[in-house]
């Protein structure tokens, strides 16, 4: 989903977006969108199956380590019974949430 106002993804975002995707179901996640949000270019937001928050993730990173860290992130707020609004990954090795 595009709410960059660009009404155009570019290769590199679809290719990301694709990875990404197969990336999280080898780690046993199920995504269930991505979203381009608005005045960000660099960032994509994924929504997963059976959870409230999303993940904003960074195109320069990999997306087997942004997977890696969706999945670590997802299994610490379960175990802490944490419902954050959102999760950021974009930096390594950095998670917060809010």
Do not use: F, H, W
């Amino acid at each position: 989903i595009d709410e960059s106002g660009t009404k155009t993804l570019t290769s590199r975002m679809k290719s990301y977006v694709g990875q990404l995707e197969q990336d999280l179901k080898d780690e046993r996640q199920i995504p269930l969108k991505a979203v381009v949000p608005n005045g960000k270019m660099r960032e994509i937001d994924i929504y997963l199956q059976g959870r409230k928050e999303y993940y904003k993730c960074n195109l320069d990173r990999g997306t087997a380590e942004t997977a890696e860290d969706i999945a670590r992130m997802r299994r610490y707020l379960e175990e802490q019974k944490i419902t954050p609004e959102y999760v950021d990954i974009r930096i390594e090795q950095q998670a917060y949430y809010r």
